[in-house]
Nanobody, 123 residues
């Protein structure tokens, strides 16, 4: 079993920054590929970013590329999402997730999910 807990969300103005953290416990963290997804009312869960178990490969949805950076510290069993130049359309509940699958952009392939952290960006 893997437990995931997100933190770092909050309310910021457009153009501001937040750093989300996802702390993992349970099985060895480094064996899992990790991802960030976000969801707003009335919309499907959206892929945001993913990172391989070693941290050597990263992936981003086009709308956040150049603004968000995903990273992980396996020694601390923690994944991060640095979000810069935030926009109102980034407002969502952000979830971290873990998977053994190589299809890192598909929410259905993730096995473990955190409870989510709210990010609100005001205009």
């Amino acid at each position: 079993q893997v437990q995931l807990v997100e933190s770092g969300g909050g309310l910021v103005q457009a153009g501001g920054s937040l750093r989300l953290s996802c702390a993992a416990s349970g099985r060895t963290f480094s064996i899992y590929n990790m991802g960030w997804f976000r969801q707003t009312p009335g919309k499907e869960r959206e892929f945001v970013a993913a990172i391989s178990g070693s941290g050597s490969s990263t992936f981003y949805t086009d709308s956040v590329k150049g603004r968000f950076t995903i990273s992980r510290d396996n020694a601390k069993s923690t994944m991060y999402l640095q979000m810069n130049n935030l926009k109102p359309e980034d407002t969502a509940v952000y979830h971290c997730a873990a998977t053994a699958s190589l299809r890192l952009t598909s929410a259905s392939r993730y096995d473990y999910w955190g409870q989510g952290t709210q990010v609100t960006v005001s205009s």
